[in-house]
């Protein structure tokens, strides 16, 4: 149940504040006052979708708060809660905030959290009924949503959607198994030839950097053979020259030398090591020499090696390093088309079963279905021999869909037909002609769904085009409602109004320089005053204010006043 709400710098609302009840809670005032702001500001905190428009001319951002009252709150909310990790001990604060550049913010329980998640508590929390709703009821989509609504059929619902994309998703695989297996035998021809090739070629792990190392140095191989022979005679061979020969004499005087000045002899073992290190040199050097004869056979063997590997990565269009990766991806596609027989039998059998599943709870659904649209039709029925269409009939039909290709929803096909006058025939209800209606039914199919709901119940000005004795029998349902629970609703008419267990007065207030919207609770003397507005023209008469009274007082005591005809609600 709501029982908080708090304005803040909405539209053209500076600041509200409303303590809320169980019951039927009425809104009134005059045209423009800002009475259908407050359902505007329960949509937003509902998660609906908010621009910089909504805030205030001259304020930073809009804020709107709400409390519920979780003592009764239904499990699926409870449950909801627990699974979103958010702590709610005995009531739930929703809070969003939109900054005047259109950003939006919002909160539960003081917990940062998506508008989608606003949303879901939303929908769990507010049932909100718009004047125009009429309209959407005429749409099959919106008559399958309320009678699964009105059935309790949403979880059932949930599992048909996951049976559903379950087997459309097997179809899909199926489908493109089928499609590959088409042309199956020539690409699995295709597919064996390039991979015995790329298999035949051998290739070894870092075997291309071996061998573009090896064809370099053997296309090189006298400029490095006059190098290292170079080296080799400075280094050691030649016979006066050579650096081993200098150090030799070097070592020979400095030997001759030390006994004569013992520092001299901290030098010989470095050039000792020199010594060492130029001979080695000159043997590595050697070795190298004799293993640099030239083999043109050898040369060619690469050549034809490296050429091989660039036509097969030319080929296959990847550098000659991916040939490896290229090869192994081939393979397992082989080896996926070769048992692609048996994997399109095991995914057939998958799809059967899936659409199985599919069909045994679209059929529960189905009969759950076919026994709420027996309730519903009855119950409807009802409601319009009260609302001025005495005689009238209202049924659900559900009936199998046309196609028997699976559907999302289930396999029904869902419509309203009705009838307003006995003895005509049953009509879909988009075809029914009369406006007014249409408006009358919309009330009794949003009435009779709302009864069996235990969500904060909103009705924005759904009593549009009706007045007279009918105003006061849909007033009467609505309290009986509120009765049940929690019902707020926006209206024009007087015997509405007058329904209410309380009554709020919203009023525009204007100094020529800015407007305000303020929101007041009703005393009883005020709630004459009121209703008599309602019920009189320009001036309040004192008999407008005795048939206020009288109005009131019956509706308290659960009875009826008929209004006289100069007494017909005034539209502003």
């Known amino acids: 149940m709501l029982t908080y709400l708090q304005i803040r710098d909405f539209a053209i609302i500076d600041a509200v504040e409303l303590e809320l009840k169980p019951g039927l809670t009425v809104l009134t005032g005059e045209t423009g006052a800002g009475k259908s702001i407050i359902v505007d500001a329960l949509q937003l905190l509902s998660g609906g979708r908010a621009g910089a428009e909504v805030v205030r001319h001259g304020a930073d951002r809009a804020e709107l708060t709400a409390t519920f009252d979780l003592s009764r709150a239904p499990r699926e909310l409870r449950r909801w809660l627990e699974e979103q990790s958010i702590e709610a001990d005995g009531e739930l604060s929703i809070r969003r905030v939109i900054t005047a550049d259109g950003r939006s913010r919002a909160y539960l329980n003081g917990q940062a959290v998506p508008i989608q998640l606003l949303r879901e508590a939303g929908n769990i929390l507010v049932d909100i009924h718009g004047q125009h709703e009429f309209q959407s009821l005429t749409r099959a989509a919106t008559q399958r949503e309320l009678l699964d609504g009105y059935g309790k059929h949403e979880a059932l619902v949930g599992q048909v959607g996951i049976a559903h994309r379950v087997w459309l998703e097997l179809l899909n695989r199926t489908l493109e198994l089928e499609s590959r297996a088409r042309d199956r035998e020539a690409r699995l021809e295709l597919l064996r030839y390039q991979v015995r090739e790329l298999n035949a070629l051998e290739l070894k792990e870092n075997e291309i950097v071996a061998l573009t190392e090896e064809r370099t140095r053997l296309a090189n191989h006298g400029r490095l053979a006059e190098a290292a022979q170079t080296a080799l005679e400075q280094l050691y061979e030649g016979e006066e020259g050579s650096a081993h020969a200098s150090l030799s004499r070097a070592l020979q005087a400095l030997r001759n030398l030390a006994a004569v000045d013992p520092k001299l002899g901290s030098v010989l073992p470095l050039l000792?090591?020199?010594?060492?290190?130029?001979?080695?040199?000159?043997?590595?050097?050697?070795?190298?020499?004799?293993?640099?004869?030239?083999d043109t056979a050898r040369q060619d063997q690469v050549e034809r090696r490296l050429a091989a590997i660039e036509e097969l990565a030319r080929k296959h269009r990847?550098?000659?390093?991916?040939?490896?990766?290229?090869?192994?991806?081939?393979?397992?596609?082989?080896?996926?088309?070769?048992?692609?027989?048996?994997?399109?039998?095991?995914?057939?059998?998958?799809?059967?079963?899936?659409?199985?599943?599919?069909?045994?709870?679209a059929q529960q659904l189905s009969e759950r279905r076919a026994s709420a649209a027996k309730a519903l039709s009855k119950a409807i029925t009802a409601r319009m021999q009260t609302l001025g269409m005495a005689g009238g009939r209202f049924q659900v039909e559900v009936t199998p869909l046309s196609s028997s290709e699976p559907a999302q929803h289930?396999?029904?096909?869902?419509?309203?037909?009705?009838?307003?006058?006995?003895?005509?025939?049953?009509?879909?209800?988009?075809?029914?002609?009369?406006?007014?209606?249409?408006?009358?039914?919309?009330?009794?199919?949003?009435?009779?769904?709302?009864?069996?709901?235990?969500?904060?119940?909103?009705?924005?000005?759904?009593?549009?085009?009706?007045?007279?004795?009918?105003?006061?029998?849909?007033?009467?349902?609505?309290r009986s409602l509120g009765e049940r629970g929690q019902v707020l609703c926006v209206t024009h008419l007087p015997q509405v109004a007058s329904q209410g267990h309380h009554h709020l007065r919203v009023a525009k207030l204007t100094d020529g320089r800015t407007t305000r919207t303020t929101v007041t609770e009703l005393s009883a003397d005020e709630r004459v005053e009121e209703t008599a507005r309602m019920l009189g023209g320009v001036e309040v008469t004192t008999k407008a204010r005795e048939h206020a009274r009288e109005m009131l007082k019956a509706a308290a005591n659960g009875g009826r006043v008929a209004t006289p005809a100069r007494a017909q609600p005034r539209r502003r």
């Open 410 to 478: 289930g396999i029904d096909q869902i419509e309203f037909r009705v009838t307003a006058n006995p003895g005509q025939p049953l009509r879909p209800l988009a075809k029914v002609a009369s406006g007014g209606e249409l408006s009358r039914l919309s009330l009794a199919v949003q009435v009779t769904c709302a009864a069996k709901e235990t969500r904060c119940m909103v009705f924005d000005e759904v009593d549009a085009g009706i007045g007279g004795a009918i105003a006061e029998i849909v007033g009467r349902e609505l």
């Open 318 to 361: 990847v550098p000659p390093a991916e040939l490896p990766a290229r090869a192994a991806e081939l393979a397992a596609e082989l080896e996926a088309l070769e048992r692609a027989d048996q994997d399109l039998s095991t995914l057939r059998k998958e799809m059967n079963a899936a659409l199985e599943e599919y069909r045994n709870l």
């Open 272 to 294: 000792d090591e020199a010594a060492i290190r130029i001979r080695e040199s000159a043997r590595e050097l050697q070795s190298y020499l004799d293993g640099l004869e030239i």
